[in-house]
């Protein structure tokens, strides 16, 4: 069996399959993250933007308190939000986020996107993070450099309660720019990563840096299908990994389902994933996905099934397109 953890640069091991706690409702958060260490799962992702943070560190908790695992062999990731950028609110932010989970330390803690917005006052910190103001009619963008935001998440490692730092959303340049000022390895670097979006520039210049790669929406276009219209426009009409061809064939032959086709293309090359499933038989085998070897002409077959196609763009989704980050 492969191996089945990353060593980030911070020197921490990071699972290589996790659970991803996106669009999972918070009534049912605590019994979802219960069920999925019991099933094995060890690696959560979260973000103050999913709004279950609390309800996951319950979970995790009570998979404590019963004795299923101990903290040291559970690894979380979360996510500073847009709002957040400025110095003052990262620290804020880190340490409030860290008291939600309730778990003592966060072990991976990222920047969500490399875009910073105007602050929303503390006192409303409970605003469900999205892209726009209260009113939901325009986004306001803050002039806060990437560099003061790096800065501040560096602070909360010193601090204790966080024990690598990365990002998320980021392209090579502003990766290329942190490496001449950090003070702190960027451990982890989350992407929109599948075949219809590999992205090999930015794999290979993270991969080359000592940079460990999360996938997210490792299965292409299906987890945008299930959300409102404009965030599903793109992904209508565009044909389901899962039912590619070159996709079904590798299934076959190794007897194995597409999901985890599509799982492994990502795990066997040192990137991490995170798919989210409520079933117990796809939560077993999205973890299931270790135990067998794609040749390297497989490899490449997948990865031509590249067409550049990003699900989760707010240069796209936003009303009048009003950020273009990518
Ligand atoms: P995903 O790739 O996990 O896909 C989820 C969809 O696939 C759901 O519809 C689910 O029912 C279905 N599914 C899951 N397992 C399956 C299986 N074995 N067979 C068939 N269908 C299956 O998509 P995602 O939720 O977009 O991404 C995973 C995680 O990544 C999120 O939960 C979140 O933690 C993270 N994420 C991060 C960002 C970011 O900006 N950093 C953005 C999106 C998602």
Redesign the pocket.
Known sequence: MAKSTITLASGHEMPLVGF????VPKETTADTVYNAIKAGYRLF?GAYDYQNEREAGEGIRRAISDGLVTREEIFITT?LWNNYHRREHALAMARKQNEAWGLGYIDLYLI?FPVALEYIPAAELEFPAWWMDKERSVVKTDRVPIRETWEALESVVDEGIVRSIGV??FQTQSLYDILTYNRRPISGL?I?HHPYLVQRDLVAMAQEKGIAITA????GP??FL?LPAVFSEKAKGISLL?DNEVIQKLSAKYAV?P?QVLLRWATQRGIAV????NNPA?LA??LDVLGFDLTQDEIESINALDKGLRF?DPGFYLPNHPLRIF
């Open positions: 991803g706690l996106w669009k992702d996510k969500h998320s959303n989350q929109e997210y929406s490792s299965f299906q987890s299930e899962f389902t999901a995170i798919p989210k499933s796809r085998q999205n989760n």
